[in-house]
């Protein structure tokens, strides 16, 4: 009895913007190549080289013929990583599109369980998601933190009768004034917002332009998924100790999605009708006149 082919699974194209971290992509190139290879579904990987000064170039020019379906594109100059994802959406040529940073918290491994939940459907609304986020770990909570959540989880069960789900892991009280700012402004309903480790469908992304930057880009796509009311999840990614990364200037492309948020692409102009070519003049006859009033 002949075996019935297994079914396509949906390509992912990993998306890792570079800024004079050379040595950090000499591991993790290598690295996310051979674990895609192992997925049994096609892939791409595309580095955009954000205008780095530093070996970048040359290391990605040595692993250009080393790691499989990878390209490397580049900015002249550091445009930012909102920037970078613009520069790779144009590129790709998978449906699935996670982006990715070079820090030591991401391990290529965690996008398998992204990769799975991102194929299940809503029971109610029959969809799948557009987005999945990985949510970093592995950061100690501060004390006064953990008396205040446990004081507000009893407050609710006793007074309420209502079970209080776990607090959110800490990244520090920078993330945590910026969570909550960009929760109350925009509607943002995940635990790490800045997580550099997201899964998106490529025609989600499509669907508008990117209007950051720089860091506030993780912001942006996740507050105009929740605005377009699509379906999107957080698991948690591999925990690790090391220090969260400091988030970029956000200020102006924050004010500019705030002040003008787009939605869509403007339609492109249509190119007017040309112009009926004029009349010719009626010639007169030799030897006609032209009557007078």
Known sequence: ????????????????????VAAQLEKALPAWGQLLGTLNRPFQILVV????????????????????????????????FGACLRTALAE????????????AQ???????PMLERVELRDEIFGKQPDLISGARAGSPRPAVMKW???TWKLFWRVFAGLPMN??????????????TRVGWVFGVPLADINSAFKLYRTTFLKRFPIQSDGDFVHAELVAKATFLTSIMDEVPLTPK?????????????????????????????????????A??????????TVPTP
Request: no cysteine; charged share 20%.
């Open 1 to 20: 009895m002949a075996k019935t082919a297994a079914p396509q699974r949906d390509g992912v194209t990993v998306v890792i913007p570079a800024h004079n």
């Open 279 to 288: 009349q010719p003049e009626p010639a007169l006859n030799a030897g006609s």
């Open 166 to 179: 776990d607090a959110p892991p800490w990244y520090g009280w920078g993330e945590w004034w910026y969570r």
């Open 148 to 150: 205040l959540g446990g």
């Open 106 to 112: 991401y391990t290529p491994s965690d996008v398998r």
């Open 92 to 103: 790709t040529t998978q449906p699935l599109f996670l982006y990715t940073g070079t820090d």
């Open 49 to 80: 080289n954000d205008g780095s000064t530093d070996e970048t170039a040359a290391v990605l020019q040595k692993l250009a013929g080393k790691v499989q379906h990878f390209r490397a594109l580049a900015h002249d100059t550091r445009r930012g």
């Open 241 to 277: 100790s090391e220090p969260h990364p400091p988030l970029g200037p956000v200020s102006a492309d924050r004010a500019k999605v705030f002040r003008n948020p787009e939605f869509a692409f403007p339609p492109e102009p249509q190119p007017s009708p040309p112009e009926p070519p």
